[in-house]
């Protein structure tokens, strides 16, 4: 790290620190992080000139989607999340425009949904995390992928992600993500830091006063895994701690081993901002430590799970997710 002068009185800043994120840094020589081929027609910023225009077909299937997870997620979904469906009215009909949707995000939150055309780097990611740019698959699946798709879709960046960044608390914990991004590159420690993002953002439980409800984007964006997350005796749920999460591996193919459960926003939030994760990557190694099936002895158990449904094989070999 190289320390640059700077005048008496003032905090010293650093070379390789990305700074008010304003402009895209470079990405630190060294750094691993999985090589995507830009397309030729998008820029630095990996953003698309426009959203696509989705054919009548494509509107359906967002409405027979949007309609598909409405009945599950009621008593199930995180009262943020069903607040920001609402307020951002996702089920007026068809794919939401994203001009008018970052409008209303951008008048709640002050974040903007923007459309990417697949996966984009991590730096890339980040920055626009940073700076309250949701980047958004432009494309929607087909009737064929219509339960599960692997490459992020329209339907699961918007209506999975986007309905919580009108939380205000959520938006300043997105945010902040974004910006700790930077230091988990500069420590190599993206796996670690890519773990938290997979708990909390994509499979994330919080305790409500009613009881358990999902806000992760993977469990609400399908309709497979909000009951098995929610009511199945097979998995963990477990408190989340920080320094716990991103020493786990993760599974990107099937239904969660071990969910992680917040008290609140404000709880994750105070949690993930207030820890010093160059002290925490420090001490990490560059692998997982503990499985993801896991239960050690500092964990603050809500539910020990019989993990049955992974025992007997998990996805593809018949188990039920009970
Ligand atoms: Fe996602």
Redesign the pocket.
């Known amino acids: 790290m190289t320390l640059i002068l700077a005048p008496p009185g003032a905090e010293p800043r650093t070379l390789d620190e990305p700074g008010d994120f304003a402009k895209l840094p470079d990405l630190p020589a060294g750094v691993f992080t999985a090589p995507l081929q830009r397309p030729v027609h998008v820029g630095a910023d990996w953003l698309e000139p426009a959203q696509r225009d989705y054919s009548r077909a494509d509107h359906a299937i967002w409405d027979d989607l949007y309609a598909r997870q409405m009945d599950l997620l009621p008593g199930r979904a995180a009262s943020a999340f069903l607040a920001g469906t609402q307020k951002l009215a996702l089920g007026r009909g068809g794919v939401p425009e994203f001009a008018r949707l970052s409008a209303e995000l951008g008048a709640l939150t002050g974040w903007s949904v923007v459309p990417v055309p697949m996966l984009i780097p991590d730096h890339v990611f980040f920055w626009h995390l940073a700076n309250r740019r949701f980047p958004a698959g432009n494309f929607i699946r087909t009737r064929e992928t219509f339960d599960y798709i692997e490459e992020?879709d329209v339907f699961?960046?918007v209506f999975?992600?986007v309905p919580m960044l009108a939380d205000p608390v959520y938006a300043d914990y997105m945010q902040e993500y974004g910006r700790a991004g930077w230091k988990a590159m500069r420590h190599n420690r993206l796996k670690a830091l890519g773990s938290l993002y997979w708990y909390t953002?994509?499979f994330g439980l919080v305790m409500e006063r009613e009881g358990l409800r999902a806000y992760g984007?993977?469990i609400l964006s399908g309709p497979s895994e909000i009951r098995f997350a929610l009511e199945a005796r097979s998995p963990n749920r477990i408190h989340l701690n920080v320094d716990r999460v991103v020493r786990t591996d993760y599974v990107i193919d099937d239904l969660q081993p071990t969910y992680f459960v917040i008290e609140s926003f404000t709880d994750l939030y105070r949690q993930t901002v207030e820890r010093d994760f160059d002290t925490l990557y420090q001490g990490l190694g560059p692998g997982f430590t503990y499985a993801n099936t896991a239960v050690i002895d500092v964990d603050n158990v809500i539910q020990r799970g019989t993990l049955e449904y992974h025992l007997r094989g998990g996805r593809g070999s018949g188990a039920t997710p009970v």
């Open positions: 992020p699961h960046d999975g992600h953002v994509e984007a993977g």
